[in-house]
C-alpha cells in the first residue's frame, strides 16, 4: 500500500512539460512585412537582378481550419496570379525561423529559376509565425499548406504543375503532402536540409538510442512518410550541416525513398542555412530547373 | 531551423549520463544516512553564453556496512517532462586511503526510465569508480574518476545500427564535509571521444569532442 502511494504520488507529481514547442522558432512580434527592406538577420542577400516585379508580387490572407482551430494566415504569391492554370507553381514551404521576410531571400531565389517569374513561388507563414495567428502546431502546419494548395488548386493549378519544396522544418508538410490526400498531391517534391524525425535528433544529442516519446510528443517523422512518396524527388543537403547531420537526417531519408526518380545534391562546405549561395545561385538554380523539367 | 539558441531546449536533458555527479564517491559510515539534491549539467551554449544544463535530482543512500552504502535517487527535471528516471546503485570502498594513496570506490548502478507518454522503459547500466584523498586531517576529500554508461540497444532510430555502446565521462570534484552536511562541486567530462559536431545541441567543450558538465551538491547525514 504504501509503496503505491509513493508511485501514485510520483506520477501525480510528474507534470505535462514537453519541449514541442521549442522546435517552433518563430517571431510574431513583428507588425508588417518589410521583405526587400527587411534588415534582420538572413541567410544571404540576393541583388536586385532578382527583384520581383511589383505587378508580379501578392500578398494575402487565407483561413486555415486545423480541425475547428481556425487561423487567419498570411501568404505570399510571387508571379502572375493570373496564369496560375498555364503556370508550374514551387510551394515553398519555410524552415522554423522567424517568419516569411527572414525566408524572402530564398523565396525569390526560386523565383528567379529558369527566369524571372518563370515558375510561380508561393509562400506562406504557418500559424504561429509573422503576422499569422494561432498557435504552431504539426497538424496545423500540414492545414496551413494545405490550404494553401487548394487556393492554387482554385486557381486553376493541377497536380500535374505543382512542386513542393521543402526547407528544414518545412520538409515535414512537403512531404507530407506528398505522401497523402490533400488539397493537391504535388507532382515533384524536393527537400533542401530536411529532418528525418525527432527520433534522430534525440539519437544524434544524446548518443544514446533513447525513446524520444521522454521529451517530445511530435510525430514528425519524414524518414518513415518518404516510403510513401511516389514522386520524383530531390534530395540537397549540406555535406557540413551543424545543425541537422547529413549523414543521420537526410541521407536516411533519401535512402528511405522508393520512388520513381531521386536525385541527391550533396553540398560540399555546405552549412545548413548557406546551401545555395555555397553551390552559388546559379548553379542552384540550374539543378532545380533541370529536376522540374525532367 | 537555423537558430540553436531555442532548438537546444529542445533536448536539454539528452546526455543522461550527465545529468547528474557522482553519487557517492566515499561509503557512508555504517548506519548512516544520507539526503541530498544536486544541479547542474552540461555546459552548452544558449542566448549568446555559456550555461550550464539545470538538471536537478534527488538521492539518498544508506550506509550498509563501514564499506558498503545503497542509494537511490530521483530525476525532478525528467519527472517534470513525464518520465520517472531513478538509478539505484552500491558504493562499494575497494582500498583504503593510507597517506598519499587515495581510496578507490566502484559503484555499479542501473539507471531506469519510464515514460507516462507512451510508455517505454529504458534500462541503462553503469559503473562509476572515484579515487578520493581526505586531507589536512580533515574529512573533505578531493575525487577524480570515471563514469560509465552502457547502451544496450543494438539499433536507434529507423533501424540504423547503434554504433556507440559504450557513453565514458571522466569528473573530478571536490567535497566539503561538515558535521552534519556536505558541499560538493564537480566537473565532468562527458562523451570525450565522440565528435559534439553536426548535433543539435551546442555543447560547449575543450574542442570538438565531448561536453563539459559542472555540478554542485549540498548534502545532509543523519
Known amino acids: 500500500m504504501r509503496h503505491s502511494i509513493i508511485f501514485l504520488t510520483l506520477v501525480l507529481l510528474s507534470s505535462c512539460l514537453r519541449l514541442d514547442d521549442n522546435l517552433y522558432n518563430s517571431d510574431n512580434t513583428i507588425s508588417e ?5 527587411y534588415e534582420g538577420e538572413v541567410d544571404f542577400v540576393l541583388d536586385t537582378s532578382y527583384k520581383i516585379p511589383e505587378n508580379k508580387f501578392l500578398m494575402f490572407t487565407l483561413t486555415s481550419d486545423d480541425e475547428g482551430d481556425k487561423a487567419e494566415i498570411y501568404a505570399v504569391y510571387l508571379g502572375d496570379t493570373s496564369t496560375i492554370s498555364e503556370d508550374t ?3 515553398y514551404c519555410h524552415g522554423n525561423k522567424d517568419h516569411m521576410d527572414f525566408y524572402w531571400q530564398r523565396a525569390k531565389l526560386l523565383a528567379n529559376v529558369g527566369g524571372n517569374c518563370h515558375y510561380g513561388v508561393m509562400m506562406i507563414d504557418y500559424r504561429g509565425f509573422g503576422l499569422s495567428e494561432g498557435v504552431t502546431t504539426e497538424s496545423g502546419l500540414y492545414a496551413d499548406v494545405n490550404v494553401s494548395l487548394n487556393w492554387l488548386k482554385n486557381k486553376g493549378l493541377t497536380n500535374d504543375r505543382l512542386v513542393i519544396y521543402g526547407f528544414s522544418l518545412g520538409s515535414a508538410p512537403a512531404t507530407e503532402m506528398s505522401a497523402e490526400n490533400y488539397s493537391m498531391k504535388p507532382s ?17 544529442a544524446s548518443s544514446l538510442a533513447i525513446p524520444s516519446s521522454y521529451f517530445t510528443n511530435l510525430k514528425i517523422d519524414n524518414a518513415e512518410k518518404i516510403k510513401k512518396v511516389n514522386q520524383p524527388f530531390l534530395w540537397i543537403h549540406g555535406v557540413n550541416d551543424a545543425f541537422l547531420a547529413m549523414e543521420t537526417h537526410g541521407e536516411i531519408i533519401y535512402k528511405n525513398y522508393n520512388g520513381e526518380y531521386s536525385e541527391a545534391v550533396r553540398v560540399d562546405g555546405a552549412d545548413h542555412g548557406d546551401v545555395p549561395n555555397t553551390m552559388g545561385f546559379v548553379e542552384y538554380m540550374t539543378v532545380i530547373d533541370n529536376f522540374i523539367k525532367k | 531551423m537555423n537558430s540553436k539558441n ?26 548512516e544516512k544520507d539526503v541530498s539534491f544536486s544541479l547542474g549539467g552540461p555546459l552548452i551554449g544558449f542566448a549568446g553564453t555559456t550555461i550550464p544544463i539545470p538538471f536537478t535530482s534527488l538521492c539518498g543512500a544508506y550506509g550498509v556496512k563501514e564499506n558498503l552504502t545503497v542509494f537511490g535517487s530521483l530525476h525532478v527535471t525528467s519527472l517534470a517532462y513525464g518520465v520517472f528516471q531513478t538509478d539505484l546503485g552500491i558504493v562499494r570502498e575497494m582500498i583504503a586511503q593510507k597517506g598519499f594513496i587515495p581510496g578507490i570506490s566502484i559503484a555499479p548502478t542501473a539507471n531506469l526510465m519510464f515514460d507516462k507518454w507512451e510508455s517505454t522503459f529504458s534500462f541503462y547500466p553503469a559503473i562509476d569508480y572515484n579515487f578520493y584523498w581526505n586531507y589536512k586531517q580533515s574529512q573533505n576529500y578531493f575525487y577524480v ?20 555502446h559504450w557513453i565514458p565521462a571522466f569528473q573530478i570534484g571536490h567535497t566539503f564535509k561538515r558535521p552534519k552536511m556536505s558541499y560538493t ?21 575543450f574542442g570538438d569532442k565531448g561536453t563539459i558538465g559542472i555540478y554542485i551538491g549540498i548534502s545532509k547525514r543523519f
Open chain 1, 89 to 91: 507553381v514551387i510551394m
Open chain 1, 33 to 37: 512585412y518589410k521583405f526587400d527592406n
Open chain 2, 6 to 31: 531555442i532548438l537546444i531546449l529542445i533536448f536539454f536533458s539528452l546526455i543522461l549520463g550527465a545529468c547528474a555527479p557522482s553519487r557517492i564517491v566515499k561509503p557512508l559510515a555504517k548506519g
Open chain 2, 185 to 205: 562541486i564537480e566537473a565532468k567530462y562527458i562523451n570525450p571521444f565522440v565528435s559534439n559536431n553536426n548535433i543539435i545541441v551546442d555543447y560547449r567543450s
Open chain 2, 145 to 164: 574518476g570515471g563514469t560509465n554508461w552502457f547502451e544496450l540497444r543494438s539499433t536507434r532510430a529507423h533501424e540504423e545500427t547503434q554504433q556507440q
Open chain 1, 188 to 204: 515533384k517534391l524536393i527537400l533542401e536540409s530536411p529532418f528525418a524525425s525527432a527520433e534522430v535528433m534525440v539519437h544524434d
